[in-house]
């Protein structure tokens, strides 16, 4: 089974992080409409994907592609984008 990690890191100093720029809020969003359209697929919160520069950083597990930017106005995209990437299988 596919899974999608979100990072919900929180990085101090001032550093970008993917907490900072809404990736928990995305998570929850997130999870309501996958719900909703009833795809089958685990959302895990993660620690650190390494793209807190470009984030909130998204990633399809085993081996997907990263989405990058994935703030919580753009739940629509990122479903859509995650309802192809599941798809392809």
């Known amino acids: 089974m596919k899974k999608l990690y979100i990072c919900t890191n929180v ?6 992080s993917c907490a900072l720029r809404g990736s ?4 929850l969003l997130l999870r309501q409409e ?14 650190c994907l390494g793209q807190c520069d470009h984030g909130p ?9 990263f989405h990058l930017g994935a ?6 995209e990122i479903a859509d984008w995650l309802e192809n990437e599941l798809a392809k299988e």
Do not use: W, Y
């Open 57 to 65: 950083a998204l990633r399809l597990a085993p081996g997907g592609a």
């Open 24 to 27: 928990k809020e995305t998570l």
């Open 71 to 76: 703030t919580p106005d753009k739940i629509q």
């Open 34 to 47: 996958l719900a909703l359209r009833h795809l089958d697929i685990a959302v895990e919160e993660i620690v």
């Open 11 to 16: 990085r101090v100093g001032g550093r970008p």
